[in-house]
């Protein structure tokens, strides 16, 4: 007798799946982190008298799940510096908002390209198992990499839609926490927001899946000791996990 996995109640009572890729489906949110690492401690050491970016907890509450621009804005001000916002053809640096945001991009990219990205072995196995129950699923992300690292990763085939970087921009969607990225993926599906599912694993984007109504809002925290897990419930995750995997329930086959 062998088991199949299917998906667990809470889901199937739902019609559709809408899941952020870095860090729920993509394992780059590491990447990420390093990457705003690098580009942010050259500011704080060209002030002096700042501790260094953390990789951890400034990434969490700053800029995880936000757009580049967004993000290095926002962690810039809670450190209290006032970098002109400059023009995205910035060159790569620390004189402006725009310039840090093409550091990080430039520091991202080059990770990428020396380790590559795989997708997450649970959350695809909870995808395989959605697509069996014929549920279909889109992807959203704030980053105009996600199209490009989940082809990479061998998991973009089990999307119906993805609603990234580059369509936000051409959309003009706000990035979270307003909930324009996830309504854009449930319009796309064809599927009314209460009917349909969020997974994610930031601040912001939980957030966002609780502003936009979604029937239900799933956490995940993939962080050591899930010291992540109460802020996660705090800004409207209904349910937080360690893994996608973890919502799916074993059958007899």
């Known amino acids: ?6 998906p667990a109640a809470c889901l199937r009572s739902l019609r559709a799946v809408v899941f952020d890729t870095d860090g729920v489906v993509i394992d780059s949110a590491r990447l990420h982190a390093a990457a705003w690492q690098g580009a942010f401690d050259a500011c704080l ?5 700042q501790r260094p970016f953390d990789p951890v907890t400034d990434y969490l509450r700053h800029v995880d799940g936000r757009s580049r ?10 450190r209290g510096l006032c970098l002109p916002l400059g023009d995205p053809h910035d060159a790569p640096g620390t004189a402006t908002v725009w310039a840090v945001a093409a550091r990080k991009e430039e520091l991202f990219t080059a990770s990428v390209r020396a380790h590559g990205v795989a997708a997450w ?5 909870l995808l395989h198992a959605l697509g069996r129950e014929r549920m279909p699923c889109a992807a959203v992300s704030a980053s105009r990499h996600a199209t490009e690292l989940m082809t990479a990763a061998g998991v973009i085939g089990l999307f119906r839609s993805v609603v990234d970087g580059n369509e936000a921009r051409r959309l003009g969607l706000p990035g979270k926490p307003d909930p324009a990225l996830f ?8 599927v009314p927001v209460r009917d349909a599912a969020v997974l ?7 957030e966002a ?21 109460a802020g996660l419930r705090s800004h409207g995750a209904d349910v937080v996990v360690a893994d996608p995997g973890e919502l799916l329930s074993l059958g007899k086959g």
């Open 200 to 206: 994610e694993d930031a601040l912001a984007g939980v």
């Open 1 to 6: 007798m062998t088991g199949t996995s299917s």
């Open 69 to 78: 621009l967004d993000g290095a804005a926002g962690f810039l001000a809670s």
């Open 183 to 190: 309504l854009e993926a449930a319009r796309r599906l064809d």
């Open 45 to 49: 050491s060209a002030v002096g008298g």
């Open 121 to 125: 072995p649970g959350t695809v196995r």
């Open 209 to 229: 899946g609780r502003r936009g109504g979604f029937g239900l809002v799933v956490g995940v925290d993939r962080t050591a000791g899930g010291s992540n897990a």
